[in-house]
């Protein structure tokens, strides 16, 4: 039996809930034809949902096991595979966020638990997107990556539109981690717990914590359980102590209640500038704004101040919240030396290097929408931070190491090292990012401003999506306040004001064709890249290699790229700058062919999906 390090202190504060896109996700997942519905449903062991629905969601853990099996050992790597910030499993287990776990050593992973009921499955659980590697199946990845915290019958049921075994490299498929809410919320949150064959109810009591007694009324006497069988056993001592309340107070005490009173005001300040912006939508407009506006009337009435009460509540069990001075310390009192880009400084704290953007108090827009989000091929948030004596709020990010993929293709040494596999592989990542924007938020998130400036390689050279300063939620809305970069504004949005997820697509489109020919969005006489492009290959369907072949970049010129490949991309692009929303492809459509296009060079190439080749920097 491992030796958990759980005992009680009352100072610990934070309590970490994960992916709030998740419930919206899963209920998408359950809305998509289901080929094997009507069949009895699987057999899955793991918990049914309580009766009383109205438990759901809540915050549960999982403890899982640093480097066993394939698992990843590094704070950083666990957070990424279960999608939480790194922050928030480090101080869940009471660690450093620098430590190094020891192979072996038990982390409490915090999730949110949801009962997502459906026909098929009527069991909790939380929503984890796993992206498949060569060789992966459902069973390998349940017993090796996510330790038996499910089952394969369970990831089959709940990826109903996937063939398990024909899986394509790339896919992202959901693992419901098994989870369970207590009856009432005064009890301890459960921790889901992979009962070993070493343990015993007194073991896992002693290491939790606990007693006997509520292991059995949980799961069952002790004799019919077997090994490896999932079961709960309430949280230790020290995360239970730090409630909402506790977190509040906490927050209270470190910024001055002067301090709350203004993240309060913060808040009000942003509803009142969305109440205003949803005014200025012109009729017509879709169901996603009058989701929004009703949203925004519910912040403004009398009830309101108990919503945004919520509000903050939420962030601070999904945030850490920083402290000014700890901020400072980490940025050198933000020096210019600390700078990356625009107001993001680099700061280290605990060791971690993260990205600090300085913003004026319009951050809480970009909590919100951040909030909603979460995936790989997006910058995660991992705090924030507000100064009420000058009127500034902090965002904290994770930092991407390798910076900008403008940096990148502006930088012809550097261009030369990203080869054709890395760029398509940038492409894709992309693709996914986008399209987990566009399918899996709801209501749906608009980026809005996508450009090749916003996308962050890291050190693997795997694309994030970042800045959501001028992200928007619901589609179709109409704004005459005109935003964005030139060189990506799609033609509809600058003359009509239209938003809609098509105007990313647009834009996706000139990133694709900056990868492809190396050149700026805007050349230097002011020529936008998809005019000039629009005019070198004509309006006709289809596209000759030789054309694509003297209009790339030089830096892939001079490498073994496959032709037919960088012309499947360049008619990708194409068919995302179509003038005609309507006509330009979803970024599902995109993904889909992309990920295509990235088999068909592995095939081409003969290396299998990994690191790119990308030389030391
Ligand atoms: C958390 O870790 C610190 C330092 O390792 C230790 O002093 C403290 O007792 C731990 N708290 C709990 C509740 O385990
Ligand atoms: C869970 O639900 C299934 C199907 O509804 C049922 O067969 C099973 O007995 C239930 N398990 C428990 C522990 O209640
Ligand atoms: C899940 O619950 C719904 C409603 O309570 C019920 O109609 C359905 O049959 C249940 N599905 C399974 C698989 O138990
Ligand atoms: C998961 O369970 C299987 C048996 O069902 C076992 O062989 C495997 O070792 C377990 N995985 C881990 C990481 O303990
Ligand atoms: C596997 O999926 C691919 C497309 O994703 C399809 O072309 C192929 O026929 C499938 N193979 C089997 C055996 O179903
Ligand atoms: C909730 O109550 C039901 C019925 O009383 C019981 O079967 C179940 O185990 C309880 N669940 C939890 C998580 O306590
Ligand atoms: C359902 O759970 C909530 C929250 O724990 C509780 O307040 C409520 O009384 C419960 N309702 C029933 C019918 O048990």
Redesign the pocket.
């Known amino acids: 039996m491992p030796n958990l390090k759980f005992h009680g202190s009352a100072e610990f504060i934070g309590a970490a809930a994960a992916a709030a896109a998740a419930a919206a996700f899963v209920l998408l997942l359950f809305l998509l034809p289901a080929p094997s519905a009507a069949q009895s ?1 699987a057999s899955t062991d793991g918990f049914n949902c309580s009766a009383n629905q109205s438990v759901y969601p809540c915050q549960a853990y999982a403890l899982f096991r640093a480097g066993i099996a394939s698992s990843p050992v590094d704070l950083a790597s666990v957070g990424d595979l279960f999608g939480v910030s790194r922050l928030m499993v480090a101080r869940a287990s009471n660690l450093s966020v620098s430590s190094v776990p020891s192979v072996g050593e038990p982390l409490l992973v915090p999730m949110t638990c949801s009962c997502p ?1 459906s ?4 069991q909790s659980y939380f929503p984890v997107q796993y992206q498949i590697n060569e060789g992966d199946t459902y069973y390998a990845v349940s017993t090796a990556k996510f330790q038996n915290l499910t089952l394969y019958p369970a990831v089959e049921v709940v990826n109903p539109t996937l063939v398990p075994t024909n899986l394509t490299i790339g896919v992202f498929v959901t693992f419901p981690i098994f989870c369970r809410c207590p009856n009432s919320s005064a009890s301890a949150a459960l921790v889901t717990y992979v009962y070993q064959p070493s343990d015993t109810y007194a073991s896992v009591a002693a290491a939790f914590g606990t007693d006997v007694a509520s292991l059995a009324a949980l799961n069952g006497p002790e004799s019919a359980l077997s090994p490896y069988a999932v079961i709960t056993v309430p949280s230790p001592l020290f995360v239970e102590r730090k409630g909402r309340g506790a977190a509040i107070a906490g927050l209270a005490a470190g910024l001055g209640v002067l301090g709350l009173i203004c993240v309060v005001l913060g808040f009000l300040l942003a509803r009142a500038w969305w109440g205003e912006e949803a005014s200025r939508r012109r009729g017509g407009a879709g169901r996603g704004a009058n989701v929004g506006k009703g949203d925004e009337a519910r912040g403004g009435g009398a009830g309101g101040e108990a919503k945004l009460m919520t509000d903050i509540s939420d962030l601070l069990d999904k945030y850490r919240v920083f402290g000014i001075e700890e901020l400072r310390r980490a940025t050198s009192d933000f020096d210019e030396s600390r700078l990356i880009q625009g107001s993001v400084y680099k700061g280290v704290i605990d060791g971690e290097v993260l990205a600090v953007k300085k913003m004026k108090w319009n951050a809480s827009h970009e909590l919100r929408i951040l909030q909603k989000v979460n995936h790989t091929n997006l910058v995660k948030l991992e705090g924030f931070c507000i100064d009420s004596t000058e009127g500034t709020c902090y965002l904290v990010y994770e930092h991407v190491e390798n910076g900008s993929l403008s940096k990148w293709l502006r930088d012809r040494d550097a261009a030369r090292k990203l080869n054709w596999r890395a760029r398509l592989r940038i492409a894709l990542d992309l693709a996914y990012g986008l399209q987990y924007i566009h399918e899996h938020t709801w209501p749906r998130v608009v980026h809005k401003d996508i450009k090749s400036s916003n996308v962050l390689l890291d050190a693997k050279f795997r694309a994030k999506i970042a800045n959501f300063g001028l992200a928007k939620t619901g589609c179709n809305a109409v704004t005459t306040h005109i935003v964005g970069t030139q060189g990506y504004i799609a033609p509809e949005y600058l003359s009509d004001g239209l938003v809609t997820t098509k105007m990313d697509v647009f834009a996706y489109g000139v990133v694709l064709l900056e990868l492809v020919s190396g050149r700026e969005a805007v050349s230097e006489d002011g020529e936008a890249l998809w005019v000039e492009a629009e005019a070198f290959f004509g309006q006709r369907h289809g596209v000759k290699e030789a054309r694509v072949m003297a209009w790339m970049d030089a830096a892939l010129a001079e490498q073994s790229c496959p032709p037919e490949s960088v012309v499947s991309i360049v008619n990708v692009a194409r068919a995302c700058l179509h003038k005609e929303p309507s006509k330009r492809p979803t970024m599902v459509e995109v993904a889909y062919t992309l990920s295509k296009a990235d088999e068909m060079f592995s095939d081409f190439s003969g290396d299998s999906l990994g690191v790119p080749d990308v030389a030391a920097r």
């Open positions: 449903p009921s026909f098929q499955f009527n």
